[in-house]
């Protein structure tokens, strides 16, 4: 106990709380564009915003007031910070569904508050349709505030960062390194944004230059800039039968799965850059590759090749971007599609972009990693390092992935034994986890596209919305901030903190 004590009082808690104080103030004020929603549609809705945004300005504003005691913050404090901040968001932000009671479960508004924070999509809602148009507003522009990071947003526009908030930033941009755009951290913050918010809008215009309403313009824009997947149909996007729609959705789908530090390159005319990004080359090859095997496959489902590259393309899409959107029943497709579209769900995107997954380019380094331990058992006195983009990939880095990724699939199988207990089928259960950890939404079997996860009980819900925010914080964040209560072996313990301070 003592030793907790001791690591415990070495975190800036002060700062912490003073953390989560802007955020639930930037929740607040954010809260006002689906209460105007609201309002236009004059539902009854408005007092269930009012009394939200009211309890997030007032705590808020409590927590910012904290004096502190030192500013200076390390990497644990980043990560902890982080982890705090998103379950507060999602505690906050599940207020509106509680107190309107459309969703009557507290543990189900808490499930699809970080589900869509976390962009992952999953729902426990079987009918949409009967939710008011400013919950269902709400739904998907949480999709957009956590697309690029609610801690991002706060880096870039409320005027208090530092140096040291790159601790911050690498915690919560999904990816295995996270550098500086430019060399004040707040510009990179504020030029992220800047890029999310114009691919924002330009898919609001090519959406509504279709014919698509306004407001559902801007709700399947937030899922698709969020890579989130509410949708505000039970039928999704199939609703519509719009060629047009699918074709749009589908590349800005792809374009949000993009490292947005190659739109600044872009911006910058520096082809040289983009054109030799070795993650930006596999992305587009297991794409192509994936959309003409599943096309083959399921042609003969839907009267021909057209028809299955239509289906395919956009599946494909929605899934390596886990955004989660759906225009057919894949539930319903040959395994070989569904196995694909499975490894998909855990594959993801690239890294600096708003997907989940474990990102493409910790995939292309965990596979030269193993062909260069091949090599080395055959060669022993062989030299030869890991490249990417042509520079040398420190062993530190290799080693982290490597980690990072042993640590995903013992979260993974854990909490796959601990939803089993649930005693659904096997598909549905695994698929559920898979979709959850990769920040995907449909899952397979019960939790198809055209099913949803109201048949969990209560624990398999908080299990499924645990494994949602260590898919989408990358797993050391939550850890970090549950890592103080298990004391570990002198030596081992040693050695992780001092890294950590």
């Not at 819900?461 to 072996?489: H, N, Q, T, W």
Request: aromatic fraction near 14%; hydrophobic fraction near 50%; proline fraction near 3%.
């Amino acid at each position: 106990m003592y030793w907790l004590k001791r690591k415990m009082k070495k975190v800036n808690w002060r700062l912490i709380a003073n953390m989560n104080g802007y955020v639930l103030i930037c929740l607040g004020l954010l809260m006002v564009l689906p209460l105007i929603c609201s309002l236009l549609y004059k539902e009854k809705v408005v007092y269930d915003f009012l009394i939200t945004i009211a309890s997030c300005l007032l705590v808020g504003f409590a927590l910012s007031r904290i004096r502190l005691d030192r500013k200076d913050y390390f990497a644990r404090d980043g990560m902890i910070a982080v982890g705090l901040c998103w379950i507060t968001a999602s505690l906050f932000g599940c207020l509106p569904y509680f107190i309107s009671q459309e969703i009557p479960s507290f543990v189900d508004c808490f499930f699809e508050a970080v589900s869509g924070f976390t962009t992952t999509g999953s729902s426990i809602v079987p009918s949409v349709e009967e939710l008011s148009k400013g919950i269902l507003f709400w739904r998907s522009f949480t999709h957009w505030i956590g697309g690029m990071g609610i801690l991002v947003f706060i880096l870039a526009f409320f005027p208090k960062s530092n140096d040291r908030s790159m601790h911050i930033m690498r915690a919560e941009a999904p990816g295995p390194v996270i550098g500086k755009l430019v060399p004040r951290i707040q510009q990179s913050a504020m030029i992220l944004y800047v890029m999310y918010m114009g691919l924002t809008l330009l898919c609001i215009v090519f959406l509504l230059a279709g014919g698509m309403p306004l407001f559902d313009a801007l709700c399947y824009t937030f899922g698709t800039a969020g890579t989130g997947g509410f949708s505000i149909s039970s039928l999704g996007l199939g609703l519509y039968n719009s060629v047009y729609f699918e074709v749009v959705i589908t590349v800005f789908m792809l374009l949000f799965g993009i490292n947005f530090n190659l739109y600044y390159f872009l911006f910058l005319k520096n082809f040289k850059q983009i054109f030799k990004n070795e993650e930006l080359r596999m992305y587009v090859f297991i794409v192509f590759s994936c959309i003409i095997l599943i096309t083959l496959n399921i042609s003969h489902m839907y009267g021909g090749i057209l028809e299955g590259l239509r289906y395919a393309s956009f599946q494909v899409a929605t899934i390596i971007s886990t955004t989660g959107y759906a225009t057919t029943d894949f539930n319903l497709w040959p395994m070989f599609s569904k196995g694909i579209l499975l490894l998909l769900m855990v594959l993801g995107a690239c890294a600096g972009s708003t997907a989940g997954g474990i990102k493409v380019s910790r995939f292309v380094i965990i596979l030269k990693k193993i062909r260069l331990d091949i090599q080395r058992l055959v060669h022993p006195q062989k030299v030869e390092a890991i490249t990417m983009d042509g520079k040398v990939v420190d062993d530190s880095v290799v080693s982290q992935i490597m980690a990072y990724f042993g640590c995903f699939m013992l979260i993974l199988f854990s909490c796959i034994f601990l939803v089993s207990l649930d005693n659904l089928d096997f598909e549905t259960t695994v698929s559920s986890v898979f979709t959850c950890i990769g920040n995907v939404g449909p899952a397979f079997g019960l939790a198809g596209p055209m099913g949803n996860f109201a048949m969990y009980s209560d624990f398999s819900k908080l299990v499924l919305s645990f494994a949602m925010l260590v898919g989408r914080l990358e797993i050391y964040p939550i850890l970090i901030f549950l890592f103080p209560l298990f004391k570990l072996p002198d030596m081992c313990r040693r050695k992780k903190f001092n890294k950590m301070d």
